[in-house]
């Protein structure tokens, strides 16, 4: 497909990872960029502050369930393609409320397709999860690309159930569709409940670190930046109707990050008032119902077929996101307002 100067509509483009995508897009591209958030806790306004000035990105503050606005808003900007990220995208949060997760994921990715399909737009990309893979064990090969789903949170059931109905709006109705599952990502603007922020904001602040389990779970992690240039090559160059994995070859214990962590944090900021290190913060507490103990990805597939590899290692994009963290508490401090990690255990 022409890759030049496309309208992209992104769903979620003030989250995580979503920020990173608009980000790449506007910054390192000649796409326009329609961004539409519905500005839940999850969002903040500073992860595209770098791209606000620019005539190539607008907002529309929207939520996906809300079909009368949705249709505004196709028709207003007519897009050509879609990256649809916008979910509730939290585990423990997917114990304690499964409903928001229903509803977004599946209602919400449902308003989407049929909006696009309705409109017309010349691809559909859905960016989803490893998650719906299940669990693997210690010597299984990763997954793939055809690997069965197997989904054993509320979160990743919803993500699955949203993949599967992105799969048949593009056999039933002929929709140009595009599924990517990658692993966990990391990096700058991620919400401080999730692991690697919530562990390098506790200990900066000499809170304990309560790992779940024996923090033995295994996660592969992905930079979000390199994820993000992944998708764009995605959208791009994908073949209409694939799926394809996305890794950063890397398979952590959540335990090996916690301490990763602590050890960056001892270098990078100052010593805790103790003078101990900040690794005897680590306590262990009763493991996540239902935890899977190991995700690990195969991407050789767009590694084969469309050239994209990571260009971060995790120790180097470690060290980066650690600083970021240390470096940017005007915007991680009023986030913290006791999310669900707070309540119970760390994990990936
Ligand atoms: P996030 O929670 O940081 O951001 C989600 C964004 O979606 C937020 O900006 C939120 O406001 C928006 N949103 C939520 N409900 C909405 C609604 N009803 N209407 C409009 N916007 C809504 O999540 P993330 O980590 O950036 O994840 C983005 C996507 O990538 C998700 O689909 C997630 O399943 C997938 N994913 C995440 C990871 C990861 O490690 N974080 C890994 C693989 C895939």
């Known amino acids: 497909m022409n890759a030049d100067a496309l309208k992209v509509l992104v769903t979620g483009g003030k989250g995580f990872i979503g920020s990173a995508v608009v980000r790449h897009l506007v910054e390192h591209t000649d796409h326009e960029v329609v961004n ?37 808003v196709f028709a207003e900007h007519a897009p050509d393609v879609v990256m649809h990220l916008a979910a509730e995208s939290h ?15 599946l209602i919400g990715t449902y308003t989407m397709l049929e909006v696009a399909r309705v409109a ?45 109905l992105v799969r048949a709006w593009g056999e039933t109705y002929g929709l140009n569709v595009l599924v990517t599952n990658c692993s966990n990502n990391y990096g700058p603007y991620h919400f401080p409940e999730k692991l690697i922020p919530l562990v390098t904001i506790r200990a900066l602040l000499g809170e304990t670190l309560p790992v779940y389990g ?3 779970q295994i996660r592969d992690w992905l930079h979000v930046e390199d994820h993000a240039s992944a998708l764009v090559t995605v959208v791009q160059s994908g073949v209409p109707g694939e799926t394809y994995n996305i890794g950063g070859k890397s398979e952590q214990t959540n335990l ?55 260009t971060h290692t995790f120790d180097t994009g470690l060290r980066a996101t650690v600083q970021w963290y ?20 760390l994990a990936g």
């Not at 958030?37 to 190539?56: G, N």
């Not at 585990?91 to 994921?105: L, Y």
């Not at 240390?326 to 255990?345: F, Q, V």
Request: aromatic residues 8%; glycine residues 8%; hydrophobic residues 30%.
């Open 214 to 216: 024996d923090g033995q």
């Open 256 to 310: 090996a990050v916690v301490e990763a962590i602590c050890d960056l944090v001892d270098e990078l900021a100052a010593p805790l008032p103790t003078g101990a290190a900040r690794r005897s913060l680590i306590t262990f507490v009763a493991d996540r119902p239902g935890h899977d103990q190991r995700y690990a990805i195969d991407q050789r597939k767009i590694q084969a077929e469309l050239g994209w590899t990571p």
């Open 91 to 105: 585990v423990d949060r997917s114990i304690d409320g499964p409903g928001a997760f229903v509803q977004t994921n």
């Open 120 to 164: 017309g737009v010349q691809r559909f990309h859905h960016i989803s999860t490893d998650e719906v893979f299940g669990s693997l064990g210690p010597d299984d090969p990763g997954f793939t690309e055809t690997t069965p789903y197997d989904p054993r949170s509320p979160y990743s059931a919803s993500k699955a159930g949203s993949d599967h």
């Open 326 to 345: 240390l470096d940017n508490e005007d915007w991680w401090g009023p986030l913290r307002t006791g999310g669900a990690s707070d309540r119970r255990g």
């Open 36 to 72: 539409v958030d519905k500005m839940t806790y999850a969002a903040t306004h500073a992860s595209t502050e770098s791209v606000s000035d620019s005539p190539r990105h607008t907002f529309e503050q929207v939520d996906i369930c809300d079909v009368d606005r949705i249709t505004s």
